[in-house]
């Protein structure tokens, strides 16, 4: 009985010792992010700020004088044995779906069989909805890739963005 007892205190004991690490590892100031954008992005020589969240947030300066947000998720998800990471521009947000009438989904949907890379959609299971751009790619897509992606992603955005507000530059 005695040796029991002491088994499952040095297991106990090994279980916490080797769980905690992972955790602590993280820390409370530290954001947990994928280190593959980061050098992706730096080796491109693209400015970047990391959200609370992981994901990497790019401003772009367009012809227009405008400006454009552009977010490259760190989470992946795995499709058919490939790695894909979501990138996207938002042109419109709102809390009310009746904002997105009939006609501007069948816009934007007409808008998708036209590009070759990337896609509408509206992104919200409850408010507040955002219709933004999205380009799925591979995790691991080489630096001059992953800037042409966000380019364009940046421009499609923008320019519905701009249809839709006027002059307002609100993303």
């Keep these: ?36 954008v980061k050098n992706a992005l730096e080796e491109a020589d693209l400015k970047y ?41 938002i042109a419109a947000k709102s809390d009310n779906k009746k904002f997105f009438k009939r006609d501007l989904l069948f816009d934007v949907l007409e808008r998708n069989e036209t590009y070759k890379l990337g896609a509408w959609q509206i992104d919200g299971g409850e408010a507040p909805y ?20 966000l380019f364009l992603a940046s421009k499609v955005a923008d320019e519905l963005e701009e249809e839709l507000s006027g002059d307002a530059d609100e993303y």
């Excluded at 009985?1 to 004991?13: G, H, R």
């Excluded at 790019?58 to 979501?86: A, H, W």
């Excluded at 219709?131 to 995790?139: P, W």
Aim: net charge negative; proline share 2%.
């Design 1 to 36: 009985m005695q040796i029991k007892f002491a088994n499952f205190w040095s297991t106990l004991v090994f279980v916490i010792a080797f769980s905690l690490p992972s955790v602590a590892q993280l820390g409370d100031d530290e954001i947990n992010y994928d280190t593959r």
């Design 49 to 89: 700020s990391i959200a609370d969240n992981g994901n990497f947030k790019l401003v772009f300066e367009l012809d227009s004088k405008r400006t454009q947000l552009v977010i490259i998720k760190s989470g992946t998800f795995e499709y058919g044995g490939m790695e894909i990471r979501e990138i996207i521009s």
């Design 130 to 149: 955002f219709l933004e751009f999205s380009i799925k790619i591979s995790a691991n897509a080489n630096p001059d890739v992953l800037k042409q992606v």
